[in-house]
Each structure stands twice: as structure tokens, then as C-alpha cells.
């Protein structure tokens, strides 16, 4: 089993960028997807970014121009690159990986954007 962990959330001011990272605890580079979600307080998990296996990938409309995901040569870590922060950022941010026929989701890290 891989176990993924989130690290770089924090507190942030309204304008400012965070650079959170996803590591792996073993290879993912067959993962057909890796992406990132978010959950604001009392609302539902949302996607935010994803890359696919051939490197492709799709933003939600609110993070487009903002936020970008990448990951390193070895496909074991990604990142989610996040400028000009906004309020409405504020959630717990998850990484997620699609590994065959199993999920594998991280525990989150908080990101706060004060206003």
C-alpha cells in the first residue's frame, strides 16, 4: 500500500502563494491520475487540479491562471503551486492518487487565506 502525505499548508494572507507538496511512500508512476481536492469547512471534497500519467492537466474554473500542479521526474512527489490566494482558498487540501483499481488519498493539510 502507498501512503501519501501533504505538507506546506498554512496560514496565508489574502494575495500571497503556498506551495504545497504530495510525497509518495513508494513509486506512483503508474498512477493513471494524481491530483489535488479540497474541502472548505462543512462543505464537499472538490477537485482542484489534476495531472494524468501522460501529463495533462485540468484546473476548476476558480484556480485557472492561479494555482498549477506538477510533479518531479519520478512521479513520486507533486506539488500544487498556489498564487494570489484568495478567502475563498481557505479549505483542507488533499492529494489524491489513481494506482489500478485503488484510491489512495492523503490525510490534508489546512490552508488559511485571511482576508
Known amino acids: 500500500q502507498v501512503r501519501l502525505m501533504e505538507s506546506g499548508g498554512g496560514l496565508v494572507q489574502a494575495g500571497g502563494s503556498l506551495r504545497l507538496s504530495c510525497a509518495a511512500s513508494?513509486?506512483?508512476?503508474?498512477?493513471?491520475?494524481q491530483g489535488w481536492y479540497r474541502r472548505p469547512l462543512g462543505k464537499v471534497r472538490e477537485p482542484v487540479a489534476v495531472?494524468?500519467?501522460?501529463?495533462?492537466?485540468r484546473y476548476e474554473d476558480s484556480v485557472k491562471g492561479r494555482f498549477t500542479i506538477s510533479r518531479d521526474a519520478a512521479q513520486n512527489t507533486r506539488y500544487l503551486q498556489m498564487n494570489n490566494l484568495k478567502a475563498e482558498d481557505t479549505a483542507v487540501y488533499y492529494c489524491k492518487a489513481d494506482i489500478g483499481p485503488i484510491t489512495e488519498w492523503g490525510q490534508g493539510t489546512q490552508v488559511t487565506v485571511s482576508s
Open positions: 513508494g513509486s506512483i508512476s503508474g498512477a493513471r491520475t
Open positions: 495531472i494524468t500519467k501522460d501529463g495533462s492537466t
